[in-house]
């Protein structure tokens, strides 16, 4: 196993740097860059992106910007326009930028948000809290509700209470996350209806003067709905899989061999069957809490008025802030591949007959 370990360590390197070159790569063709962003504000043309596409030609060229190749740069000094792009490291080749950024992030040196004046790691740190919430909540009750769930349906397959939850599951699983968290905020907090649930932030303005059970209460009463509407489709997905997965174990031989010796259906179920079923969802574990870790919270965190990493990241692709877009990047997608090597780690735990050190 440590020889499989290592090689998997190994394969994160190159794969990491695959990203961040394709992503790199893909950032040199976006139109609407730092500079032309700034140089919009100070010209004062409004977005950016219509000065492109206008070309500036409502001004006249009084300097030399067009040979910098910025259309909105016509009416100011070349002399300001190239200090510009020396703050910025745009006075360097592209592959020099790459080599210089991937060298501080190797020494996890994240730099400094262009536009915010202040660290990458501390913004992260700041806005971590709301992600954290909603991906480890989110995945904790899908997976403590679908497995158990799961098994049940697999056990009562074709009876009614497996129709009813099937239909059930398939109606949550259709349903958007941003479209229940609608429903939930039109319902219950104060949309048209009831005003149970607080709508903005993770705690209340007095959550400082709150005892700690009163802490605790607080912070569960604001994260409700939102991890509610993050659940839902990771709920539906997950329990089909644990069924699917039930299903095929139990009509395997090795089963109708451990009934046929007498042992009770709980032990066959819980002592054979889990065991062996239980490998294809810890497999899913490293997307379902990624995808809900990352996808789709930047309209639950809009939706809930919550500051998190997805409003982050929006804001800097926006901005065109590229130290917080290649830094979380790099993090995140390190996170990602480790995060599926603790999941093989798991795999031998749940089976120890799993020996990924005999594939060739």
Do not use: C
């Amino acid at each position: 196993m440590g020889a499989y370990i290592l090689r998997r360590l190994l394969l994160v390197i190159p794969t990491l740097l695959g990203i961040m070159i394709i992503n790199f790569v893909l950032v040199q063709f976006v139109p609407g860059g730092p500079i032309e962003q700034i140089i919009a504000q100070i010209e004062g043309r409004g977005d950016v992106f219509e000065n492109i596409s206008g070309g500036g030609s409502e001004v006249e060229a009084t300097g030399g910007g067009e040979e910098f190749g910025y259309a909105g740069a016509r009416g100011l000094p070349p002399a300001f326009i190239a200090e510009l792009e020396q703050q910025f490291g745009f006075d360097k080749p592209p592959l020099e930028r790459f080599l210089l950024m991937m060298w501080d992030y190797i020494r996890f040196d994240f730099g400094e948000s262009w536009f915010r004046s202040e660290s990458v790691v501390n913004l992260v740190l700041e806005k971590m809290p709301v992600s954290i919430t909603l991906g480890l909540w989110s995945t904790l009750i899908a997976y403590l509700i679908s497995i158990p769930l799961g098994i049940r349906k697999a056990v009562r397959d074709g009876s009614p209470f497996d129709t009813w939850t099937s239909g059930a599951i398939i109606v949550g699983y259709a349903i958007p996350g941003f479209l229940f968290a609608i429903l939930l905020i039109v319902l219950f907090a104060g949309g048209s209806y009831f005003r149970i649930f607080p709508l903005r932030g993770l705690t209340s303005d007095n959550w400082e003067d709150l005892s700690l059970i009163g802490k605790v209460l607080d912070y569960l009463w604001h994260i409700t709905l939102p991890v509610l509407a993050s659940t839902i489709s990771a709920f539906a997905t997950l329990t089909l899989l644990t069924k699917n997965s039930f299903l095929d174990e139990i009509k395997k031989q090795y089963v109708m061999t451990a009934r046929a010796k007498g042992l009770s259906e709980r032990r066959v179920l819980y002592g054979h069957v889990f065991r062996n079923a239980m490998l294809i969802v810890i497999a899913g574990f490293p997307a379902l809490f990624i995808s809900v870790f990352f996808g789709g919270s930047l309209i639950i965190e809009t939706l809930f008025s919550l500051d998190g990493l997805g409003r982050l990241g929006f804001e800097a692709a926006v901005a065109r802030d590229y130290p917080i877009v290649f830094g979380t990047l790099f993090a995140f997608s390190l996170m990602g591949l480790i995060i599926g090597i603790v999941s093989d780690i798991t795999y031998v735990m749940v089976d120890p007959r799993i020996d990924f050190e005999s594939r060739r």
